[in-house]
């Protein structure tokens, strides 16, 4: 987690972890005790393996075409 600002950014990687963790019975079950287990909810996990899926594909066609994936946001 990244504060910028007076606001924090969390990565979908970190709520992907943090799911992750739960899933395989993380033994916290109090949030001031595992921060990440606050992310958990902050994205459907079936949205970031869409997403996931999408960029996986995304990039193998970048690298046929010898290019390379890049995400700007503005």
Known sequence: MQ???GRYEVTLKQVALS???LH?????????EC??????GMVDQE????????WLRLEEKARGASGEL?????
């Open 3 to 5: 504060r910028l600002r």
């Open 35 to 40: 921060p990440p287990l606050a992310y958990s």
């Open 70 to 74: 890049k995400l700007h946001c503005g």
């Open 47 to 54: 949205l970031i393996q869409e997403l996931q899926k999408v």
């Open 19 to 21: 799911q992750q963790m």
């Open 24 to 32: 395989e019975g993380c033994p916290v079950q109090v949030v001031d």
